[in-house]
């Protein structure tokens, strides 16, 4: 009887989410490159302006890193037409919210209007592309604003560092090497002329995707985007070259040391393919299985059962170019972190030579089927999805199709990229250690 109860409410979940989460929109190019992406919804009178821009800390010079993440806050400095100290006074007093966000592969922005305040979010995404003002005084302020951002973040706060040093051991050609708030020392050593040579490289229309979502009209949205956007000159195109890395083939060992924490850490790191391909897919479900929740097979064993650890994880961490999986451990009393490995790799071993549990697979799907329910259940998260999917993946309607590539996946295949990828050769085994003050 649970049995048939566990099937129909599968049968009822997927049902909903194939019948009830496609999302509509609409996508065209302007003469001067932009692409842009529209998607109506009537159903509340809140909008979201959006411009995603294809350049992230992958993107800089070695000895300029930081660049991209500086100048997410600097294009917050103002405008020819938006006073210093004025973007978010002007975006609040009108009922709105706004933020931005950086990764290694790209740049984000966005506001959350009224509907009526429409053309208010377009203009100021339309001012920050074709009239920032770029000069010493804002170069200077958001200098301190991202040190101290470095203070409160990384410097400051425990376990900030692991992924900074799983990277670094993991890539040695590709710039995912690095950090995305990058070296302050850098920052400091950049002139004015190559913060402006930046901006002229990369904030060009040819180079975003604008996505406005939520209560529209289209052909309206339409005209008040070729007037705001449509004058805009199309910068030169950009080359970008992939660097390949090295296959790893032979095991990789390390340590790393914080001041900030007093219980260390293990982490085993595998460098694994782009976040565009069905392995990284893969990896996701296989990251779940093994942690995701109380329930998972990582926290029962080494939490619950044999109290060897405070916290176990497994984490897939894809991006355009390459992914890093990792899992980690934080020992309790008097554990050792090569007992910790060996446990993880018993259940890593187990993926790699049975299949899961058919109940185990089913619970999968259910949760990926939730995760793809919620991550478009707000406008907000649509225009997310919408920019995220068009410019890291190139595929704008993967926001409907992406659940049905985990739908296909079959338990064989978790067995088999967890035999490919998930190997003590193919890893970096990273000890994440108290610092002595």
Same mark, same amino acid.
């Given at each position: 009887?649970?049995? !048939?109860?566990?099937?129909?409410?599968?049968?009822?979940?997927?049902?909903?989410?194939?019948?009830?989460?496609?999302?509509?929109?609409?996508?065209?190019?302007?003469?001067?490159?932009?692409?842009?992406?529209?998607?109506?919804?009537? !159903?509340?009178?809140?909008?979201?302006?959006?411009?995603?821009?294809?350049?992230?800390?992958?993107?800089?010079?070695?000895?300029?890193?930081?660049?991209?993440?500086?100048?997410?806050?600097?294009?917050?400095?103002?405008?020819?037409?938006?006073?210093?100290?004025?973007?978010?006074?002007?975006?609040?007093?009108?009922?709105?919210?706004?933020?931005?966000?950086?990764?290694?592969?790209?740049?984000?922005?966005?506001?959350?209007?009224?509907?009526?305040?429409?053309?208010?979010?377009?203009?100021?995404?339309?001012?920050?592309?074709?009239?920032?003002?770029?000069?010493?005084?804002?170069?200077?302020?958001?200098?301190?604003?991202?040190?101290?951002?470095?203070?409160?973040?990384?410097?400051?706060?425990?376990?900030?560092?692991?992924?900074?040093?799983?990277?670094?051991?993991?890539?040695?050609?590709?710039?995912?090497?690095? &950090?995305?708030?990058?070296?302050?020392?850098?920052?400091?050593?950049?002139?004015?002329?190559?913060?402006?040579?930046?901006?002229?490289?990369?904030?060009?229309?040819?180079?975003? *995707?604008?996505?406005?979502?939520?209560?529209?009209?289209?052909?309206?949205?339409?005209?008040?985007?070729?007037?705001?956007?449509?004058?805009?000159?199309?910068?030169?195109?950009?080359?970008? &070259?992939?660097?390949?890395?090295?296959?790893?083939?032979?095991?990789?060992?390390?340590?790393?040391?914080?001041?900030?924490?007093?219980?260390?850490?293990?982490?085993?790191?595998?460098?694994?393919?782009?976040?565009?391909?069905?392995?990284?897919?893969?990896?996701?479900?296989?990251?779940?299985?093994?942690?995701?929740?109380?329930?998972?097979?990582?926290?029962?064993?080494?939490?619950?059962?044999?109290?060897?650890?405070?916290?176990?994880?497994? /984490?897939?961490?894809?991006?355009?170019? @390459?992914? *890093? @999986?990792?899992?980690?451990?934080?020992?309790?009393?008097?554990?050792?972190?090569?007992?910790?490995?060996?446990?993880?790799?018993?259940?890593?071993?187990?993926?790699?030579?049975?299949?899961?549990?058919?109940?185990?697979?089913?619970?999968?799907?259910?949760?990926?089927?939730?995760?793809?329910?919620?991550?478009?259940?707000?406008?907000?998260?649509?225009?997310?999805?919408?920019?995220?999917?068009?410019?890291?993946?190139?595929?704008?309607?993967? /926001?409907?199709?992406? /659940?049905? /590539?985990?739908?296909?996946?079959?338990?064989?295949?978790?067995?088999?990229?967890?035999?490919?990828?998930?190997?003590?050769?193919?890893?970096?085994?990273?000890?994440?250690?108290?610092?002595?003050?």
């Amino acid at each position: 009887m649970k049995k !048939s109860i566990f099937t129909f409410a599968s049968a009822v979940l997927v049902a909903f989410s194939m019948n009830a989460q496609k999302v509509e929109f609409e996508e065209y190019d302007l003469d001067n490159g932009m692409h842009v992406i529209l998607h109506q919804d009537n !159903s509340a009178p809140v909008v979201t302006t959006a411009v995603m821009y294809h350049v992230g800390a992958k993107d800089e010079q070695p000895d300029r890193t930081g660049m991209a993440h500086f100048f997410e806050h600097l294009l917050f400095e103002g405008t020819q037409n938006i006073g210093k100290g004025e973007w978010f006074k002007l975006v609040s007093s009108n009922g709105g919210r706004n933020n931005a966000n950086t990764t290694d592969d790209r740049t984000y922005y966005y506001e959350i209007f009224p509907s009526n305040k429409l053309a208010l979010g377009l203009w100021m995404e339309s001012e920050r592309l074709l009239h920032p003002i770029i000069g010493q005084d804002g170069v200077d302020t958001q200098n301190e604003v991202v040190k101290e951002e470095k203070r409160l973040r990384v410097d400051n706060q425990p376990y900030s560092r692991f992924l900074e040093n799983v990277k670094k051991n993991i890539f040695k050609k590709h710039p995912y090497k690095g &950090t995305t708030i990058g070296k302050m020392k850098h920052l400091d050593a950049a002139t004015l002329e190559e913060f402006l040579a930046f901006n002229k490289k990369f904030y060009v229309p040819n180079n975003a *995707t604008l996505v406005v979502a939520g209560d529209i009209s289209l052909e309206t949205t339409k005209k008040m985007i070729q007037d705001y956007f449509g004058p805009i000159p199309r910068g030169a195109a950009i080359e970008r &070259t992939v660097e390949q890395e090295d296959p790893i083939t032979a095991p990789i060992s390390a340590k790393a040391y914080d001041p900030n924490i007093q219980i260390p850490a293990i982490i085993t790191a595998y460098r694994t393919p782009s976040m565009k391909t069905r392995d990284s897919r893969v990896l996701d479900m296989v990251s779940s299985y093994l942690s995701s929740g109380r329930s998972s097979i990582l926290y029962k064993k080494l939490v619950d059962t044999k109290k060897m650890t405070l916290q176990v994880g497994a /984490i897939n961490l894809s991006q355009e170019d @390459y992914g *890093t @999986y990792i899992v980690y451990g934080l020992p309790q009393g008097e554990t050792k972190l090569s007992d910790i490995v060996k446990e993880i790799d018993e259940e890593i071993v187990k993926i790699q030579t049975d299949l899961i549990s058919e109940k185990a697979y089913q619970k999968l799907q259910n949760k990926f089927e939730n995760n793809f329910v919620n991550s478009n259940a707000s406008v907000e998260g649509i225009a997310n999805s919408l920019a995220r999917y068009n410019v890291l993946f190139g595929d704008t309607n993967l /926001i409907n199709t992406e /659940i049905d /590539i985990y739908r296909s996946i079959t338990r064989e295949e978790i067995r088999e990229v967890a035999k490919k990828y998930l190997n003590p050769n193919q890893r970096l085994t990273l000890e994440y250690l108290p610092e002595k003050k």
